[in-house]
């Protein structure tokens, strides 16, 4: 079951009732200023950093409640209705709710009235702009009332949800004319406020929620509304809104657009006073002047869908699936831009109170986005580096805002520092641009204590070769790319979190995923030095690698498929001995990626055991059995029920890893059917089931341990979008940047008859059209000529180069 469509020319996703299975939710914002959305309206905006620097409100465990969030009422003579349904929660004549390239559209109609809001961030821009374009379809003069609210947050979302001792004793606003200014905490060592006004005389207006709401009043019918009348309260202590109050004439078949904008504006230190206790607002008047049209609105939507239809013209694919193509040509590039922007820190399964930019997620958000825009990606890559300590170890997350390490969460993920020679070397074969390896940059921010970008590399790499355990094999420390995982943890305290708690004495838990990841990650690190005129220590590196793939042949493989790990007493995890956790995806997927036992059959055995042990309807899960009792040598992992989660559901981050594989493997098919399932567009059609946004990827779905087996959770921000556009783009349609050129190396299934594809990469414009009929050998043609092997040596910038592959 369906709750919506694709509209594939807009590049929308429409939804059509605002009874989804959960909020869908959509991302305003391309650089600093970010909103989430719902489809009916709801979520939070911030500037930066979700949780330091957050403009309104969000309450909390709100799924599928969506309370909050942009509220619009009408009072059309006692009837009281959203144009987005929420939060008045009446019934509608017409819904209709479009998400889009960093907008949203939301439409209602009732009683005669249609009210179309549009909702963006244009570029540059610290604000949301809310356009509402009011409608009279009915022959008769109408007139009505129009109420805004915004909840502000006191800017720290953590302090705002727990801290109300103080906080209910703080709020402060500004009002003049049509706008209210939030200025809570700015008389003491703030230097920014949040504005919130509208391009129309007001009848009047509240910024105070208990005046607002009234002592009984609630979401769905606030009393101001009810009564048809603000009070003009002004906020002091308890909790600081925004609401304005506009009485609506409208002739017949009338339209009237409003333009309300919420927008953030920072003072310099010595420029924040008007005049003493009163507000500059300088910056907020120009930001409001700016958006004081509708055509102003109208310009800066033609300049976002501009910019998108520049971005996503880095790749287009044309083939004979709309599913495909609609996924890879919009809504995958999309959600790796929104990962890469986010990380894991906000959305509607992450609170955006805790989690910053991970470093090992942010490294891998990359590989889905350095052909986007790959100057961002270069200063995250800096970024990231500059909080990895001297050893090379890393903080696990860090704030946006400060750029620095986030101690709550701390260090010791020994796989962490692998990650950024993942991410620079997709930013490098993308470019080109080597000279990001000679970049100064700090060791834990101390500008005291910097190196070269590659030396960051060189210690990443050295870090996993000075933690080896008993067998050779890298120690995993806190855990691996499986946070859950936790072989040195061993807690028994109720509600002590496994991703913190203090390692046991010895720690020599040992991982055969860090052991892959290291092979893979050397090699990519070789070619980097290659490429630099560093040719021994390449030499070295590469040995080193070899003497790893040696360890994980002789240790880290159990018959038929690769072992997980060893636990903290020697054990095997993830061994056919085992009486739960037999086997797993992720060392299999990652050791076969590095390519480890690919001439011994290894890799193809491992494939197919993952194959006949770990694949069901909807995806691959994380491994079998699922755990169905807590092991505490284990960790996190075994306190989720059979299913879900790390505990066995289908992990869609690790999807790919096998993609990629049977493609290196030769067996596209495979890889394309392992697609299929996870893919957003093409689970559509089971939505009720699926239930998460049908757009974008979600990270897990329950395994088949799990009473609701296909269901999605936790959708948006997860490397699932970066890993599948990697699997897909570079692996099954096969164009892959490489130091030496473009590869172009197709592993398709036989069902894709004819693919086109247009790449552009270093400048350069390649036109490929594959051609997948059956013939023996494959063949790549430039310009009309075959070539040997399947590297292109990239063209000069300009160039338009035309390549035919046959398969
Ligand atoms: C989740 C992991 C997540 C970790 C982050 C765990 O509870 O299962 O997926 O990475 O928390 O703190
Ligand atoms: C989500 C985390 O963000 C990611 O870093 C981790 O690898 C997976 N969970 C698996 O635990």
């Not at 230097?191 to 002592?215: C, Q």
């Not at 997860?718 to 556009?725: E, L, V």
């Amino acid at each position: 079951m369906q709750y919506g469509h694709f509209d594939d020319a807009n590049r929308e996703y429409v939804i059509t009732t605002p009874h989804t299975p959960y909020p869908w939710i959509n991302y305003l914002g391309t650089e600093n200023f970010f909103g989430l959305i719902s489809h009916t309206g709801g979520g939070y905006s911030f500037y930066k950093d979700a949780r330091m620097r957050r403009l309104t409100r969000y309450r909390y465990n709100n799924v599928p409640t969506d309370a909050g969030g942009r509220c619009y009422y009408i009072n059309d003579g006692g009837d009281i209705w959203s144009p987005s349904w929420s939060p008045a929660q009446t019934d509608l004549d017409f819904f209709e709710a479009r998400h889009g390239l960093s907008y949203t559209t939301i439409t209602g109609e009732r009683g005669g009235i249609r009210a179309e809001m549009l909702f963006l961030v244009p570029l540059g821009t610290n604000a949301e702009i809310h356009r509402i374009r009011l409608t009279n379809t009915t022959e008769d003069q109408r007139s009505f009332d129009l109420f805004s609210l915004a909840e502000f947050n006191l800017w720290n979302a953590a302090d705002d949800t727990t801290n109300y001792q103080r906080n209910l004793n703080l709020g402060e606003v500004e009002v003049v004319g049509s706008t209210i200014y939030h200025t809570t905490e700015y008389r003491e060592r703030r230097n920014h406020y949040a504005v919130y006004g509208v391009n129309a005389d007001i009848a009047g207006f509240d910024s105070d929620r208990e005046s607002f709401f009234g002592l009984r009043g609630n979401w769905t019918r606030p009393e101001v509304v009810a009564n048809g009348t603000s009070k003009g309260s002004i906020a002091s202590g308890w909790a600081p809104i925004g609401s304005h109050h506009l009485s609506i004439n409208l002739a017949p078949g009338e339209e009237r657009d409003l333009v309300f904008v919420l927008g953030y504006i920072e003072n310099e230190e010595d420029s924040k006073w008007e005049s003493r206790g009163i507000v500059n607002k300088e910056n907020a008047t120009a930001l409001l002047a700016t958006y004081s049209t509708s055509e102003a609105v109208d310009r800066a939507m033609t300049e976002l869908r501009e910019y998108w239809d520049a971005l996503l013209g880095q790749m287009q694919v044309t083939t004979a699936d709309q599913r495909i193509d609609r996924l890879l040509n919009v809504w995958n590039p999309y959600q790796c831009m929104v990962t890469f922007n986010m990380s894991r820190s906000a959305s509607y399964f992450e609170t955006g109170l805790g989690r910053g930019m991970g470093f090992r997620d942010s490294s891998q958000d990359l590989l889905g986005f350095v052909h986007l825009i790959p100057e961002r990606a270069r200063e995250r890559i800096l970024d990231v580096a500059a909080t990895q300590f001297p050893d090379g170890s890393a903080y696990h997350q860090y704030q946006p805002l400060t750029k620095r390490g986030n101690n709550e969460v701390g260090t010791g993920f020994n796989d962490d520092p692998l990650w950024l020679i993942e991410g620079t070397a997709a930013y490098v074969v993308e470019t080109g641009d080597l000279s990001i390896l000679d970049e100064d940059v700090p060791f834990d921010n101390d500008i005291d204590d910097s190196a070269p970008l590659l030396e960051h590399l060189r210690r990443s790499y050295q870090h996993v070769l000075d933690h080896r355990g008993p067998h050779g094999l890298p120690l995993i420390g806190r855990a691996d790319w499986n946070d859950c995982l936790n072989l040195n943890a061993f807690s028994t305290t109720p509600g002590e979190s496994f991703q913190t708690t203090e390692h046991k004495e010895g720690g020599t838990a040992e991982s055969v995923f860090i052991a892959g990841l290291f092979v893979h990650s050397a090699n990519l690190y070789a070619q980097l030095l290659d490429a630099t005129g560093m040719a021994s220590e390449a030499h070295e590196v590469r040995a080193q690698a070899a003497k790893m793939s040696h360890v994980v042949l002789e240790h880290g493989w159990d018959g038929e498929w690769f072992l997980r790990a060893y636990d903290a007493y020697g054990n095997a995890v993830g061994s056919s001995k085992n009486e739960e956790g037999q086997i797993f995806i992720e060392s299999n997927g990652i050791c076969s990626m590095a390519g480890i036992g690919a001439e011994t059959g290894h890799t193809r055995q491992a494939a197919d055991s993952v194959k006949s042990l770990l694949d069901t309807d909807h995806g691959i899960v994380l491994h079998q059995p699922a755990f169905t009792r807590f092991h505490v040598e284990l960790g996190e992992i075994s306190t989720y029920p059979p299913g879900y989660k790390e505990n066995g559901s289908i992990f869609c981050h690790t999807n790919p890893w096998m993609m990629i594989t049977e493609a290196m493997l030769g067996n596209g098919e495979q890889a394309f059917a392992y697609w299929s399932k996870i893919a957003p567009t093409f689970r559509e059609d089971i939505s009720d089931l699926h239930r998460t946004e049908p757009y974008v990827y979600a990270q897990t779905i329950a395994g088949r341990d799990a009473p609701r087996h296909g269901e999605a959770k936790n959708s948006w921000l997860t490397g699932t979008a970066a890993w599948n556009w990697v699997a897909i783009t570079q692996y099954i349609l096969g164009v892959r940047p490489e130091i030496e050129g473009l590869r172009i190396d197709p592993q398709l299934p036989r069902a894709l008859e004819a693919i086109d594809v247009v790449r552009r990469c270093r400048g350069a414009q390649y036109r490929i059209h594959i051609d997948n009929s059956d013939t023996d050998a494959a063949t790549v043609r430039v310009d009309g000529e075959p070539i040997e092997g399947s590297v292109i040596p990239y063209a000069r910038a300009g160039a338009v180069v035309d390549v035919t592959v046959t398969t």
